[in-house]
């Protein structure tokens, strides 16, 4: 029988079904797989020790003693953000900010940095050439007197190896370059090009002060249980927040913001994959209902010739895990060639190289596969093994289709299921696939209640015009509402494969640029912080005097939140880290009586009093610490209370790349307090020498270039948009596939329709009326259902996932209809063609 059937084509649609929907699956779980265990594998490299205390202050010595008591081996790291400077080749000074790495002796305690040295150019050579020479594994530390830096900062600042660098009030030699350091990690100081310098020479430089904002780490490596235990007592000292400002770090945390890219990309490629699925479920569930009706006469010969239920139902179970099997392991190869083109898009996102993929993700592939055929192609076939020869002879199914919606229950419970184990969490899992029967569900409804309607309104004559048109409406509507099930499930097979397309073209058009659009290329690239309040006035005007005008210096105050409705902040009382994270340092306070231009207000009233204490409060923060309008907090600010209820909360667009803050407050309630001054604006690459010619004049301001930034969020960015859409392929031709099976599920019996008016007279324009007008009726609802369920699910991607604001777009919808109408029309002309060219006795013996 499977021979049969493959050889007849009854099997194609099916396995080709299967296994999109199992490439699609195993592409991402390969990926998944692969960055997990390298992860795994290099997490000590990454953070280059076994356990890490991280505090803003210098760690307490009481860690470095217990670690010494276990026999472990310890270093120092210090990060923190300052200017260097050289003298340019005309004598000007240049600077550039950059992140200040001070490392004691043993560091990095597990992995290796990666330098590289070359001897002084000659007098016209590239800049930075040394980046280019052969590397190696450092040993040791730089040695006194001489500093390491990155190919960045060579070619930012003319260096060379053996050029001099001036840090704070101390000069340096550059000794090498950097070409790998594992443990450099994503945070906003990092961004900046590397100096890595030796611990003992800090103090010379006069950079650390009071309010300097450092990154003091002890790094801790040595046996597996010593560490373990070391761990233990460390935690027992740091958590419920009894030592504020310290944060312990273990393997698993390693790059947390590297993992944090990572699994963004992978949830969304996950709901790629699982959208696929989804898809290829729909297609083999109308495949398997058009073989079924086609198998009706060989069953019944079948049963009538002594085979039992069992007989038949064995056949059938062993054909299709048969064919299950062959789709998976199809699928998963298939699966496998794809990952390697999404890694080429993600995998350089992390600088490791990945092992072998484990045979887990080939397993669950072939196991999805059984699932989804299991699950949606059975069902239809079970009533066939459930009715007597008699009924199924007479093409009467009786109750025994109520068979086959208990075995989709249980198949789409099975893949919701496999759902959730996909996406690797119960929230995408469980939204995916409660978003899917929701819209089957209602999408189902509306095309039941639409061609009640439309068959009601054509039969009462209402519509004088349309009844007039001939018999090609009354016929194709009333034919229509003759078949309401199969009917409603070629609509809403249709509508979901065209919702799935146009979200398609949405992802590629409208989400991406966008998400490229929330960073215009206008977009603020240089910050200037630590502005004195005596010097406000003068670095405005020497902004606006080199052609950077509408600069706004906002005042920033440093405060640390101590209660909220009077109970204290204990980062342990929040169960997100991001929250356990805010609450637990400074925040950027800062005052005005206007509300920024970029902000707007979603609760509450902005302050129009501004004698009286009250705040404004990020949307996001409040969120996550739980705070509403009403709600008090309190802040130390340098040792002194400032409380205040929260009166409005604000929205903000962080991407945008302007100054903004967290909390606002009139200026009566901070003015007093020591501040500072800060300011972002766009500043072109042939304005480079305003910055430093500004920095030169006032020493102690700090120039932040977020270019580097903006171009690493956006290759990340376009890597992302990258395997989506590759990924996407795979989504677009299950689309086609369903948009297929839908279309051909009820050819048959149109087919035999045809044949039968032709046979009574019809002409062949009249059977080409009926026909045209029922595809015109099906794709037009269609597509209708699928323009709205593409414009619901992109506006909540766009929320949710991409973070902006998509709005309505009028012309999905006639878009939807016209897609919806062609791709009808395209299988009407297929089911007709052949059968219009052909005597009707031909075509109903066929039939």
């Known amino acids: ?71 472990l081996s310890t270093a120092n790291t210090v990060i923190f953000p300052s200017m260097v400077g050289t003298a340019g080749a005309n004598g000007q000074p240049l600077t550039r900010l950059a992140a200040i790495k001070a490392v004691s002796e043993g560091y990095p305690l597990r992995g290796a940095l990666r330098i590289a040295s070359a001897p002084a150019p000659a007098p016209a050579p590239a800049p930075a050439s040394a980046p280019g020479a052969p590397d190696r594994e450092a040993r040791g530390i730089p040695p006194p007197g001489t500093v390491w830096v990155d190919g960045q900062l060579m070619d930012a600042l003319k260096l060379h190896v053996g050029s001099i660098v001036k840090v704070g009030a101390s000069s340096f030699t550059v000794g090498a370059v950097i070409t790998r350091e594992l443990d450099r990690g994503f945070s906003f100081v990092n961004f900046s090009p590397r100096l890595m310098m030796r611990a003992d020479e800090i103090a010379a430089t006069g950079l650390i002060t009071y309010g300097s904002r450092v990154t003091y780490r002890l790094l801790v490596a040595g046996a597996d249980p010593a560490v373990a235990q070391f761990a233990a007592w460390a935690h027992a000292r740091v958590d419920d927040g009894q030592m504020r400002g310290v944060a312990l770090e273990s393997l698993h945390d390693g790059q947390p913001q590297v993992r944090e890219t990572l699994d963004r990309a992978r949830h969304f490629l996950t709901f790629v994959s699982l959208l696929t699925a989804l898809l290829a479920a729909v297609a083999i569930a109308m495949a398997a209902h058009r073989y079924t009706r086609r198998h009706l006469d060989s069953c019944a010969a079948m049963r009538c010739l002594g085979a039992s239920q069992r007989t038949l139902r064995a056949l059938f179970i062993l054909e299709f895990a048969g064919l299950g099997l062959a789709g998976g392991v199809a699928g998963v190869a298939l699966g496998y060639a794809g990952h390697l083109a999404l890694l080429a898009w993600l995998g350089n996102l992390i600088n490791v190289a990945l092992p072998r993929p484990g045979p887990l993700p080939a397993l669950e592939g072939i196991a999805a596969g059984l699932v989804l055929l299991l699950g949606f192609a059975l069902p239809p076939l079970l ?4 009715v007597s020869p008699v009924r199924v002879l007479r093409r009467e199914w009786g109750e025994a289709s109520r068979t086959a919606w208990a075995a989709y229950g249980v198949g789409i419970a099975l893949f919701a299921g496999l759902l959730i184990i996909a996406a690797g969490e119960l929230k995408l899992g ?13 999408f189902a409804g509306i095309a039941r209640l639409a061609l009640w309607g439309a068959a009601r309104v054509s039969r009462s004559g209402r519509f004088g015009a349309l009844v007039r048109a001939g018999v090609g409406w009354r016929y194709a509507l009333a034919s229509l509402e003759r078949r309401p099930g199969a009917s409603s499930l070629q609509i809403t097979a249709l509508a979901i494969g065209l919702m799935c397309l146009l979200l398609i073209a949405m992802t590629r058009n409208d989400l991406v640029q966008g998400w490229r659009k929330s960073t215009p290329p206008d977009a603020p690239n240089e910050f200037l912080i630590d502005i004195q309040p005596d010097q406000h006035d003068a670095v405005a005007a020497w902004l606006r005097s080199h052609g950077i005008a509408d600069v706004d210096l906002a005042p920033m105050v440093r405060g640390r939140l101590l209660s909220i409705n009077g109970k204290p902040v204990n980062p342990e009382h929040y169960k997100g880290a991001d929250a356990r994270r805010l609450v637990d340092r400074e925040f950027n306070l800062s005052y005005t009586t206007q509300l920024p231009g970029d902000n707007r207000i979603t609760a509450g009233t902005w302050y129009g009093d501004t004698t009286t204490p009250q705040l404004s409060i990020e949307a996001g923060l409040a969120k996550l610490i739980g705070v509403k309008p009403g709600d008090v907090l309190k802040f130390d600010v340098t040792g002194l209370e400032v409380s205040a209820p929260v009166t409005s909360v604000r929205k903000l667009d962080w991407g945008s790349f302007k100054v903004n803050f967290f909390v606002l407050m009139p200026p009566a309630l901070l003015r007093d307090f020591p501040a500072t001054y800060i300011t972002s604006f766009h500043l072109a690459d042939t304005q480079r020498s305003v910055v430093d010619s500004l920095v030169a004049e006032y020493p102690n301001v700090t120039a932040v270039d977020i270019a580097p930034i903006l171009a690493q969020i956006q290759h990340v960015l376009e890597q992302v948009i990258g395997a989506v859409q590759f990924l996407f392929l795979f989504t677009l031709a299950a689309g086609v596939l369903v948009l297929y099976a839908a279309l051909a599920g009820t050819r048959d019996e149109r087919m035999r329709e045809s044949a039968l008016l032709r046979a009574l007279g019809a002409s062949h324009r009249q059977v080409r009326a009926v026909q045209v007008t029922e595809f015109v009726a099906v794709g037009a609802l269609a597509g209708f259902m699928a323009a709205i369920g593409a414009q619901a699910v992109g506006s909540v991607l766009a ?40 005597p009707a006795l031909q075509s109903l013996r066929d039939a």
Not at 35 to 54: Q, S, T
Not at 803 to 819: E, K, Q, R, S, V
């Open 383 to 386: 009533p066939l093994t459930h």
């Open 799 to 838: 929320t949710y996932v991409f973070n902006f604001y998509l709005p309505f777009d009028p012309w999905l919808m006639p878009a939807g209809i016209a897609a919806g109408v062609a791709c009808a029309g395209v299988g009407g002309w297929i089911s007709l063609r052949h059968v219009l060219a052909r």
């Open 430 to 442: 469980g939204i995916v696939a409660g978003g899917f029967a929701l819209g089957l569900v209602v």
């Open 1 to 71: 029988m499977t021979a049969r059937d493959w050889r007849a084509g009854e099997l194609t649609m099916l396995l080709v079904a299967l296994a999109l929907a199992v490439a699609a699956l195993a592409s991402v779980a390969f990926l998944a797989d692969r960055l997990e265990r390298g992860l795994e594998r290099d997490a000590r490299r990454m953070i280059a020790a076994d356990f890490i205390v991280r505090a803003d202050h210098p760690v307490d010595p009481m860690f470095a003693h217990e670690a010494q008591s276990l026999a």
